[in-house]
């Protein structure tokens, strides 16, 4: 079996599993079930905002809509009726000063460095210790569910088949290592 990892955001997951060149896909937020079957993952992750360490926000332990609001924003270029922020920010996108958007954080970071702005995203995805860049989460919290996802009516290959039925397993018995 050969693995292909390809990164993305959940438009490019979708795009990419509708047309057949991915069998499964990661994503986290909601599921379209009537397009997709998913399996929820035993993880979890939490939305914050990514800024340099000299940023004024970069002293609070948390972030709050407010701290955002009239700050430059360079946020996920997801389907905008779908944004997890709007009910969050309590205010819509256009709103905002939305200065940027990115498919892949890392993107966003170089403009971060730059002192561009502010970036919206989950926690983890950039390696912050040793660099310029911070994470700070969003208070009150905003998480989101993982999922694996796959096309509904897919037919899969032998190996495709065998590795769904594997992450079924690790899940169902509580087996989340290699």
């Not at 997709?36 to 993880?43: D, G, Q, T």
């Not at 270029?77 to 944004?83: G, K, N």
């Not at 969050?88 to 996108?93: A, L, S």
């Amino acid at each position: 079996i050969h693995y292909h990892i390809r990164s993305g955001n959940a438009v490019f997951v979708k795009e990419y599993l509708d047309r057949g060149l991915i069998d499964f896909g990661v994503i986290y937020g909601p599921v379209d079930t009537a397009g997709y079957h998913a399996i929820k993952l035993p993880v979890r992750d939490t939305w914050g905002v990514l800024m340099r360490r000299d940023s004024p926000l970069a002293s609070k332990e948390y972030i709050t809509p407010q701290d955002l609001w009239d700050k430059p924003l360079i946020v996920s270029a997801q389907e905008s009726d779908h944004w997890p922020m709007s009910r969050w920010m309590g205010k819509d996108p256009e709103e905002l000063s939305v200065v940027a958007t990115y498919n892949l954080v890392f993107n966003a970071s170089l403009l971060l460095e730059e002192g561009l702005g502010y970036a919206l995203c989950f926690d983890k995805l950039i390696h912050t210790e040793g660099t310029g860049l911070c994470f700070r989460p969003f208070s009150p919290p905003l998480e989101a569910p993982g999922y694996i996802v796959w096309k509904k009516y897919q037919i899969f290959s032998k190996a495709a088949g065998r590795f769904l039925q594997s992450v079924r397993e690790k899940i169902s018995d509580g087996t989340h290592g290699p």
